[in-house]
């Protein structure tokens, strides 16, 4: 959005269905919510021949390694919490209603506990006076508001609890705002800080008002009940995020150029050895399938990449080699960084193709198309393992299959009868070669992965049905 006084522009990073914003007026600036890599907000700044003054964070990301500690060491700017947050750095924790000027407007500290202790909204106030806009971080979504289920051991409270104090701060602090006051939240659909989100990434309070389900509830006990219900458990990962946020963290540029190392193909296997480290593939599933180092994880940078290493992964703390695509290393570094994957040792020179030339061995995944798996498939005999999100599992999936989502592979995994045959499939094929992957570097190879998963499956004759039954033992 341009005025004549300021602009604000909604940086949006997909893969982590995450917007931070840069407000520019009169020759000053503020970032609200940065991501780890700072450089395009540097060359933004210079670009613009403005002065970075504030680095407003709206919360302690869970999800994400916020930029707010590097960008404030590049440019003396000062970063910026709401009321209760507790720092181990250089802060100013704002009072609730406190006011900061930036050029010719005005930013003020709504203070909106309940999605975290110290959730917090800004409220751009234009050079009129007028209630402009507000970022809303994780409190207020389009089509949703954030969990409350994240905060509970450090605010020594039920997330039921959280979810009160998030209804009223809504209601005291949002609902009252004019309708035409733009919402800006800090993510979108395909976020784990939320279950509803829309998909459009900007909108105005009044629609809001409207169509989100959760500002729509008779009370507050109806609203606890809403918003709480059908939450899945957050990723391994977030407590991690969090602790950096506080605490702070290795520069990004350190973490980038240990990243970069390029490893020889000769030397790659006695590095992992040595180090411990996990092998990381990023390369497509539809040519990982055909040949891969043996006991790597193929998690695509073409998808849910970020979130998926997070989830699946866990451990931030995990050494990591990659092997990606040639040019995508620096692309593959980065996404990692920006969950707070820190431990790169390094990537493969040459990629596969380096480590296959090296005569090296290479394992491959079995995989068919839907019509061959149409073809094998008796219905009663053969068994199925849709590892897409229950949700999708309960609109339609193959007769007879059993529901088992990837997010909790490390727990049915156990539960694999490694003598008895099954098939996996997926919505596409991206989250089965995740699974594949896992499943033969700990030992199972009683499988065969369908090529473009239920999408494929639905175009034959394999027998469908939405009739929920998951209490099915593998």
């Keep these: 959005m341009t005025n004549n006084k300021f602009t604000v522009e909604q940086i949006y990073t997909g893969c982590l269905a995450q917007g931070a914003y840069y407000i520019t007026s009169n020759g000053e600036a503020a970032i609200i919510d940065p991501l780890r890599e700072t450089q395009p907000y540097m060359d933004r700044l210079q670009h613009d021949g403005v002065k970075l003054k504030y680095i407003f964070e709206t919360h302690f990301h869970a999800d994400f390694v916020s930029g707010h500690l590097d960008l404030s060491k590049k440019t003396n700017a000062a970063i910026v919490y709401g009321p209760n947050a507790v720092c181990e750095f250089e802060s100013i924790t704002a009072t609730d209603g406190q006011i900061f000027s930036v050029g010719e407007i005005k930013i ?36 949703d508001v954030g969990r409350p289920d994240l905060a509970q051991k450090a605010a020594d409270m039920t997330q039921d609890q959280l979810a009160g104090l998030l209804y009223d701060s809504l209601n005291s602090k949002i609902m009252p705002l004019a309708d035409d006051v733009i919402v800006y939240p800090a993510h979108g659909a ?79 296997e006695m590095v992992a050895e040595a180090t411990g480290a996990l092998i990381l593939d990023t390369r497509d599933n539809n040519v990982f399938y055909q040949g891969f180092i043996p006991q790597s994880i193929n998690i695509g940078i073409n998808g849910d990449f970020a979130p998926w290493v ?4 866990g451990d931030v703390k995990q050494p990591i080699l990659l092997v990606t695509e040639n040019g995508q290393e620096e692309e593959t570094v980065t996404r990692l960084t920006r969950v ?35 073809s094998e498939l008796v219905v009663g005999e053969n068994k199925v393992v849709d590892i897409r999100r229950e949700s999708e599992y309960e609109a339609e999936h193959v007769e007879e299959s059993y529901s088992r989502p990837l997010a909790y592979i490390n727990d049915w995994i156990k539960d694999v009868n490694p003598q008895e045959h099954f098939y996996i499939h997926c919505a596409g094929g991206y989250r089965s070669m995740i699974a594949a992957s896992i499943l033969q570097a700990r030992g199972y190879r009683n499988f065969t992965e369908i090529e ?22 593998l």
Excluded at 250 to 264: D, P, Q
């Design 108 to 143: 003020k500290v709504l203070h909106t506990p309940g999605h975290t202790m110290e959730s917090t909204t800004y409220l751009l106030i234009d050079e009129n006076g007028k209630d402009y806009a507000i970022f809303s971080g994780d409190t207020l979504f389009l089509g």
């Design 190 to 268: 395909g976020s784990a800080c939320g279950k509803n989100m829309m998909k459009e990434t900007v909108d105005t309070l009044g629609n809001q008002k409207k169509v989100n389900y959760a500002l729509n509830q008779p009370n507050k006990q109806a609203f606890i009940e809403a918003v709480t219900d059908g939450l899945l458990p957050p990723p391994a990962y977030f407590g991690m995020n969090v602790a950096m946020n506080k605490k702070g963290y290795e520069s990004f540029e350190n973490v980038f150029n240990k990243g970069m190392e390029a490893i020889e193909a000769k030397d790659f």
């Design 310 to 313: 997070g989830a699946l992964i």
């Design 340 to 374: 707070g994957f820190d431990n790169i040792v390094g990537h493969l020179k040459g990629g596969f193709e380096a480590w296959k030339n090296e005569g090296n061995e290479i394992d491959t995944v079995k995989r068919i198309s839907a019509e061959q798996f149409a």
């Design 452 to 473: 473009g998963g239920f999408k494929s499956i639905a175009e034959t004759s394999v027998p469908k049905t939405n009739f929920v039954c998951q209490s099915k033992v």
